[in-house]
């Protein structure tokens, strides 16, 4: 969502000289830190300025690129390795090999935005399908006596369980689908803990890491340490666990996290990606990557996003700009709507910026027809 001038040149070459397409995807409940400080930070201008202490910290190391991007920690070869793969310290980095610079939360502390939960219940895990494929995700959660404020190592983590092709809800590309499934919690716990959660594809050698901060004391899903230290409670209802929803997602799923209704749908084999390359005073220049997580060639793609306040597209190459709504909706040009599977296109533009909010305020969606 927002993007500082000091940051804009390491964020330019984000993906765009990859050949590949990349799926995406953490925790979002429990809420993987990378997502609550997300959901912490968000403001309704557009740009990204966190109350949590950690967030806030993780921003003033790495900048709010990763935050915006807070679905994408990621390996593109871990296979499924873990344990001496990964180095002890980064696992909440996808041992630090992402596109963008997760590293920051990897921090021992003990402030993180926390989830409390109930030891021996059983909760509904819900897991970002920011683009949707096969394979497992598999489950842990570190010992008792583990200190948040000690980094996370392997040895600290105990494997509680896996899910292989989970039930979906709600749109892959949106804010608010997930895949999801029954875990029971260990009995006999107290205190602080770490829910992680690798999810490896079985199409593909990339892997997903999440790391959520919980706290087993009796809670029932209810979030702390965000917007200023509120609480935020957890619904009231679920919908039965062992049965996936017939149309509607989840009550579970915040309603802030719906992306705004004059969007258009997403599928799951059309992905974007935005980033800005330059900025000056009163205004940057922004690159949006188009890619095709599909097993078919696309004819014509279509990218949507709601600018951030006070920016005007002022010129726009490698696409057709329409307006609609507050919306800045991008369709390929003549020579462009065809993209390979697992390739990608990409079309850039320069826009006025009176506030300073270069990234868009909300999620950049993209569909295929």
């Not at 995700?137 to 008792?144: E, G, M, N, R, S």
């Not at 957890?234 to 929803?245: H, K, Y």
């Not at 826009?351 to 909300?362: E, H, I, K, T």
Request: charged share 10%; net charge negative; hydrophobic share 30%.
């Amino acid at each position: 969502m927002a993007v500082l001038a000091t940051l804009v040149s390491a964020l330019g070459i984000v993906l765009l000289t990859q050949g590949s397409a990349q799926a995406h995807g953490v925790a979002i409940s429990p809420g993987s830190r990378t997502y609550l400080c997300y959901q912490d930070a968000k403001t309704a201008s557009g740009a990204l300025v966190p109350t949590n202490p950690a967030c806030a910290a993780a921003v003033a190391q790495s900048g709010t690129t990763p935050l915006y991007n807070w679905f994408a920690v990621l390996d593109s070869n871990a296979g499924g390795r873990n344990v001496g793969y990964v180095p002890d310290g980064t696992i909440c980095s996808a041992g630090n090999k992402s596109p963008y610079d997760f590293s920051a939360y990897n921090a021992a502390r003990d402030d993180w935005p926390r989830t409390h939960l109930t030891s021996g219940s059983s909760i509904q895990l819900q897991y970002s399908n920011w683009a949707a494929h096969p394979g497992t995700f598999h489950v842990y959660v570190t010992k008792q006596g583990w200190s948040p404020t000690t980094p996370l190592a392997w040895a600290d983590l105990v494997d509680i369980g896996s899910s292989t092709n989970p039930p979906a809800v709600g749109s892959p590309g949106a804010d608010g689908g997930h895949y999801y499934w029954d875990q029971a919690l260990p009995s006999g716990r107290t205190g602080n803990a770490l829910l992680f959660i690798q999810w490896v594809r079985s199409d593909s050698n990339e892997n997903f890491f999440s790391c959520s901060d919980i706290a087993f004391d009796g809670g029932h899903g209810e979030v702390t340490g965000i917007h200023n230290g509120s609480t935020s409670q957890p619904p009231t209802s679920q919908p039965p666990t062992s049965q996936p929803p017939t149309s509607q997602p989840p009550t579970s799923q915040p309603p802030t996290s719906q992306p705004p209704t004059s969007m258009p749908p997403v599928d799951g084999a059309c992905m974007a990606m935005y980033s800005v390359t330059n900025s000056w005073s009163g205004g940057f220049q922004g690159s949006v990557e188009v890619m095709n997580h599909g097993t078919s060639p696309s004819s014509h793609w279509t990218v949507t996003w709601k600018p951030g306040d006070g920016t005007q597209i002022s010129s726009l190459w490698n696409g057709v700009l329409t307006s609609s709504g507050g919306n800045a909706s991008v369709a390929n040009a003549a020579y462009n709507g065809t993209i390979a599977p697992d390739g990608n296109t990409t079309f850039g533009f320069t826009a006025n910026s009176s506030s300073g909010v270069n990234l868009p305020n909300g999620s950049i969606t993209c569909t295929f027809s």
